[in-house]
């Protein structure tokens, strides 16, 4: 599909993934209409659009209060008539485990991760039966396939964001032109840890291979104009994934070793609520200011070294329960 004047609604569009997004599409010539949370942010992202020669409107609003979600379907509509695609991006995240004594962060993680893509689905489905066409976008993460155990809320609104998009699909089998597609990316460079909730008092950082938001709104206006089931970024995270399936014990236990080792610095940091109740008041920014706290090449020689030594601890498990079952009694 060629993105000239095609209507592209992106929630979440303030800052990062979002804001990325914004400006390719711009490039390619989509009329945008950009949803968050941050007024000042996301009317910044709408100028920057224009700059570029889209035409570009802002509609702050909430995903998790479905009014407000089915307005601004509405207003995509009195753009041309017709809504070609929506990117259901907006997310937040926090980090604490699932017990913590404070439990309302995560259930607002789980109400605009999960609660704010059905809304959304919700607000299009209509539109997309009338018109028979559209692409409706659910930006997950590759955690929509693997547990990782400070962000449990996360983790649960993304699995269950993929089992709202296979459901979707299968509603709408019948219209070869309506598509839903989940988006999968790895860690990006964006606000993301610095502006979630966090009770850990640790802050927290990108794990490498951090990959750029420009990157992946490449890929992701790449989905828009040639639609397929799922699309994972980058590719190579694929690799992790099925390492998980073969090995699932040993590559869960190199996770949470990474995760411990360099997800999180040792200076203090106050408990925070982070974006979860309200949004920043800071500026939008494509780019995060945390950078990895180890390099690619010591993080994957740390996690093949440990998963051998795993592996090698499981066969011997088994090799002395071998000998030991043949052993005369």
């Not at 949370?37 to 035409?55: D, I, K, P």
């Not at 206006?221 to 073969?246: D, K, N, S, T």
């Not at 995060?288 to 706290?293: D, E, Q, V, Y």
């Amino acid at each position: 599909m060629d993105l000239t004047n095609k209507v592209v609604v992106i929630t979440g569009a303030s800052s990062g993934l979002g804001r990325a997004t914004a400006l390719e599409l711009a490039r390619r010539g989509s009329v945008l209409v950009l949803a968050a949370r941050r007024v000042e942010a996301l009317q910044e992202t709408v100028e920057l659009c224009r700059t570029l020669g889209a035409r570009a409107v802002a509609q702050p609003m909430d995903v998790r209060k479905e009014e407000e979600v089915n307005a601004l379907a509405q207003l995509a509509l009195q753009q041309t008539g017709t809504l070609d695609a929506w990117v259901s991006n907006a997310g937040i995240t926090c980090f604490a485990p699932l017990d913590s004594e404070r439990f309302d962060e995560h259930r607002e993680v789980i109400d605009t991760n999960l609660y704010g893509a059905i809304y959304s689905a919700r607000a299009v489905l209509p539109i997309f039966r009338r018109q028979r066409h559209g692409t409706l976008i659910n930006v997950g993460s590759v955690l929509s396939k693997i547990g990782q155990p400070f962000v449990p809320s996360y983790v649960i609104s993304k699995f269950a964001l993929q089992g709202l998009t296979e459901t979707l699909r299968t509603a709408l089998s019948e219209l070869p032109d309506v598509h839903v597609c989940s988006f999968l990316p790895y860690a990006m460079d964006t606000e993301h840890f610095e502006h979630g909730a966090n009770q850990l008092q640790r802050p927290a950082f990108p794990m490498s291979p951090l990959q750029s938001p420009e990157k992946a709104a490449r890929a992701l206006a790449e989905l828009i104009e040639r639609p397929r089931r799922q699309l994972m970024v980058p590719r190579a995270a694929a690799l992790g994934l099925a390492l998980h399936y073969l090995a699932p014990d040993s590559t869960e236990r190199v996770l949470h070793d990474l995760l411990q080792k360099w997800h999180f610095s040792e200076e203090p940091q106050p408990d925070t609520t982070g974006n979860v109740h309200a949004p920043s008041d800071e500026h939008g920014a494509v780019h995060g200011t945390r950078r990895p706290l180890a390099g690619t090449v010591p993080v994957v020689l740390y996690a093949a070294g440990r998963f051998a030594q795993l592996q090698l601890q499981n066969a011997g498990s088994r090799l002395r329960g071998l000998l030991g079952a043949r052993a005369p009694t």
